[in-house]
């Protein structure tokens, strides 16, 4: 859709090069989310790596107003291994986490987007399924589902 309406701001990639720029932004701390659109035909209408500093709908969300869905997991950590070095709490862009001597959890505010767990020094955080956060979306699922389950190289 992006490419077809607007090519002037849209390219293909490949998997890798989308591995790739997931990969970096979620280093930054920008938390990688698909947004659907009825209008779109049932279909992904944007992928996006926001910060809550400039993404309308994860400030909605910090204010109180849901906009965006929980990925069904919230974040969980291992008391053993946090060294409480905050570098979670710093990146967390939904006010999840604070450090007090280890990190504490509001798991009414993670929205499990795994930004924490993937920059963890530690390795002390991981993502469990939180049945409250809904069912997780299973994206290979429905692929199938819809017979969309091709090898294409293009994302």
């Keep these: ?37 009825d209008a779109m035909l049932d279909r992904f209408y944007a992928i996006c790596n926001c ?10 969300q910090r204010n109180g107003t ?9 974040c969980a950590a291992d008391p053993e291994l946090c ?3 905050g570098l979670c709490g710093e990146l967390c862009q939904f006010n999840a986490l604070s450090i007090d001597g280890n990190v504490a959890i509001d798991s009414d505010n993670c929205m499990g987007c795994g930004v924490c767990v993937n920059n963890c020094p530690e390795s002390a955080l991981t993502l469990v399924k939180d049945a409250q956060k809904g069912e997780p979306l299973e994206i290979f699922k429905l692929m199938n589902e819809c017979g969309q389950a091709g090898e294409d190289p293009h994302i």
Excluded: N, W
């Design 1 to 37: 859709f992006a490419i077809d309406h607007h090519p002037d701001k849209a390219r293909r990639i490949t998997r890798q090069q989308a591995i790739t720029i997931l990969e970096q932004e979620s280093r930054r701390g920008h938390v990688a989310h698909a947004f659907f659109k």
């Design 51 to 60: 910060c809550s500093c400039c993404c309308g709908a994860m400030q909605a």
């Design 83 to 85: 060294v409480g070095c």
């Design 66 to 74: 849901p906009m965006l869905a929980p990925s069904g997991y919230v």
